[in-house]
């Protein structure tokens, strides 16, 4: 059970930022780490990195060091994911999703929002 | 690092069985038994078939079923059926803290 629901779609242009909320609902939120996974159209999924919605701590993928935040609002069980210094490349469908098991990682995401898109134009 | 190596497409009739590989290094998928497979229709995201090398999540058919060996982990779908017609990837834990996903593999059910 549980469910993760995004926000909408969204156009910037190269060089500004966007931020895309992930609401958590139907399970305990501070015991599952979120990841977020992004997918540009026709290609394939790419890791970002992942939050732990208990005390915020983060890693993110190497390729989005410095130019990624992650945070968390345990108080609306909504997690964040910010992109800094938008470029062409980073127009993609973006993903939040559940790591499957309580209070541990493992990797396997067993509960996905249905995706942001944004486009970069 | 590289993806994770998958054939970009395979193909089957219905009612047959096919294995998508899954070629890594001993950096992920050699050293360490957290392999996933999704399955991904167009326009929806993807979704949780095998768990650490070889699980399947409750509501998961046992058709799906998965496996490793050395540095390549295998998804065998038996029994094909048209709507397993998809986009398949694999992932692993890497190096401690990441995740590496495979290229996906486009499964066609003739």
């Known amino acids: 059970q549980g469910q993760l629901v995004q926000s909408g779609a969204e156009v910037r242009k190269p060089g500004a930022s966007v931020k895309v909320s992930c609401k958590a609902s139907g399970y305990t939120f501070t015991n599952y780490h979120i990841h977020w996974v992004r997918q540009a159209p026709g290609q394939g999924l790419e890791w970002m990195g992942i939050?732990?919605?208990?005390?915020?701590?983060?890693i993110y993928a190497q390729k989005f060091q410095g130019r990624v935040i992650m945070t968390t609002e345990t108080s609306t069980t909504t997690v964040y994911m910010e992109v800094n210094s938008l470029r062409s490349e980073d127009a993609a469908v973006y993903f939040c999703a559940r790591d499957l098991r309580s209070l541990r990682r493992s990797d396997a995401f067993d509960i996905w929002g249905q995706g942001t898109m944004v486009t970069v134009s | 690092q590289s993806a994770l190596t998958q054939p970009a497409s395979v193909s089957e009739s219905p009612g047959q069985s096919i294995t998508i590989p899954c070629t890594g290094t001993?950096?992920?998928?050699?050293?360490?038994?957290?392999v996933s497979w999704y399955q991904q229709h167009p326009g929806e995201a993807p979704k949780l078939l095998i768990y650490d090398v070889s699980y399947r999540p409750s509501g998961v058919s046992d058709r799906f079923s998965g496996s490793k060996s050395g540095n390549t982990a295998s998804l065998t779908i038996s029994e094909l059926q048209s709507e397993d017609e998809a986009d398949y990837y694999c992932?692993?834990?890497?190096?401690?803290?990441?995740?590496?996903f495979g290229g996906g593999t486009k499964l066609t059910v003739l």
């Open positions: 939050i732990n919605p208990s005390g915020g701590s983060t």
């Open positions: 001993n950096s992920d998928v050699g050293s360490y038994n957290f």
């Open positions: 992932s692993s834990y890497i190096n401690t803290t990441h995740v590496i």
